[in-house]
T-cell receptor, first 112, second 116 residues
């Protein structure tokens, strides 16, 4: 059974810092990996999707990498802003279908 | 239209009530999902509909009854719920049903359910 782990569980940084969020998964047989953002009490917003054949994806200040063989992904946020404060979730889709398996999330606080 | 909508936004119900949650998308997606999310936990998959047919039921209690009347609508009927069922219920949709490259899931804003 696929297990997804995110480290750290919580992170507090001053505004302007570059930061890295980590995601690891136990079964490397995946179709793709997604990073989501969730604001308190709200739904999920898809940030980046990395296909299993890709190594990274970029969108603005966000860069996500994927190392399928080692079961790891990172989300890099450049020049963090208070508006980046949210919970960041990674999720993988396994080869068995389109079921998302989520990690526990990283709660990010960016202080002005 | 590139969004998934959910109604109501908030719902408070007693343990003897019957209520329904509604989800709608007009993106032509053929897979729709229900997730349950407790506070400070990741979403947990409940049901998957593929081409309006139930394809996955993650051992959800029968007091939750999903329905997919057409390709754009997904309902979750609630009956005799327990206080521990209080959670954020999220609906999602995706273009294809077989997963694979580029098949992202789009989430609605959720319904905050409180069972008294």
């Amino acid at each position: 059974k696929q297990e997804v782990t995110q480290i750290p569980a919580a992170l507090s940084v001053p505004e302007g810092e570059n930061l890295v969020l980590n995601c690891s998964f136990t079964d490397s047989a995946i179709y793709n990996l997604q990073w989501f953002r969730q604001d308190p009490g709200k739904g999920l917003t898809s940030l980046l999707l990395i296909q299993s054949s890709q190594r990274e994806q970029t969108s603005g200040r966000l860069n996500a990498s994927l190392d399928k063989s080692s079961g790891r992904s990172t989300l890099y946020i450049a020049a963090s802003q208070p508006g980046d404060s949210a919970t960041y979730l990674c999720a993988v889709v396994g080869n068995a279908g389109n079921m998302l398996t989520f990690g526990g999330g990283t709660r990010l606080m960016v202080k002005p | 239209d590139t969004e998934v909508t959910q109604t109501p936004k908030h719902l408070v119900m007693g343990m003897t009530n019957k209520k329904s949650l509604k989800c709608e998308q007009h993106m032509g997606h053929r897979a729709m999902y229900w997730y349950k999310q407790k506070a400070k936990k990741p979403p947990e998959l409940m049901f998957v509909y593929s081409y309006e047919k139930l394809s996955i039921n993650e051992s959800v209690p029968s007091r939750f009854s999903p329905e997919c009347p057409n390709s754009s609508l997904l309902n979750l009927h609630l009956h005799a719920l327990q206080p521990e069922d209080s959670a954020l219920y999220l609906c999602a949709s995706s273009p294809r049903t077989s997963g694979g490259a580029g098949d992202t899931q789009y989430f609605g804003p959720g319904t905050r359910l409180t069972v008294l």
